[in-house]
């Protein structure tokens, strides 16, 4: 059986590895120019990071809006290892992460294709859909208390 954790991650030692799942995530596999998705946000955002069998799967971050607003965004699990829940256990983590803070609500902007991931966590669709990075996207919104 794989053994998958889940934690904020140490920026110094991990963000190589948070950098090598998104550049094979979005660049790679969905074609994102580098400079849309590393877009200098990253220092000041709380990282994700997913370890299954203690290598590194997947990620998401968090940057606070204000102070009652957080945003999760550059959700993003390696293909090999999809379909197992990892996106949704990442999700969970960075919503406790928020919780804790006494956050009131929080933003995605989600890949269209996955929103039913996120509606199952109790996301909600807010408007059309939209594209970004030339993708299909859909702005959703959790409220928190």
């Known amino acids: 059986m794989s053994h998958l954790?889940?934690?904020?991650?140490?920026?110094?030692?991990?963000m190589p590895?948070?950098?090598?799942?998104?550049?094979?995530?979005?660049?790679?596999?969905?074609?994102?120019?580098?400079?849309?998705?590393?877009d200098g946000q990253d220092e000041t955002?709380?990282?994700i990071i997913a370890y299954l069998d203690n290598q590194p799967?997947?990620?998401a971050r968090?940057?606070?809006?204000?102070d009652r607003t957080a945003k999760i965004e550059r959700l993003a699990v390696l293909s090999k290892v999809r379909g197992q829940g990892?996106?949704?256990?990442?999700?969970?983590?960075?919503?406790?992460?928020?919780?804790?803070?006494n956050i009131q609500q929080v933003v995605i902007h989600a890949q269209e294709y996955i929103k039913g991931l996120h509606q199952q966590l109790g996301f909600e669709q807010e408007g059309e859909r939209f594209d970004e990075a030339?993708?299909?996207?859909?702005?959703?919104?959790?409220k928190l208390r």
Do not use: C, N
Not at 62 to 66: K, M
């Open 134 to 142: 030339g993708i299909p996207h859909v702005k959703m919104r959790k």
């Open 45 to 47: 955002a709380e990282q």
């Open 17 to 38: 590895a948070i950098q090598a799942i998104r550049r094979s995530v979005f660049q790679i596999e969905q074609g994102v120019a580098p400079e849309l998705d590393f």
């Open 5 to 14: 954790i889940v934690k904020t991650a140490e920026l110094a030692d991990e």
């Open 57 to 59: 799967v997947g990620t």
């Open 86 to 101: 990892i996106g949704k256990k990442i999700m969970e983590k960075a919503l406790d992460v928020v919780a804790e803070k």
């Open 62 to 66: 968090i940057s606070y809006l204000d």
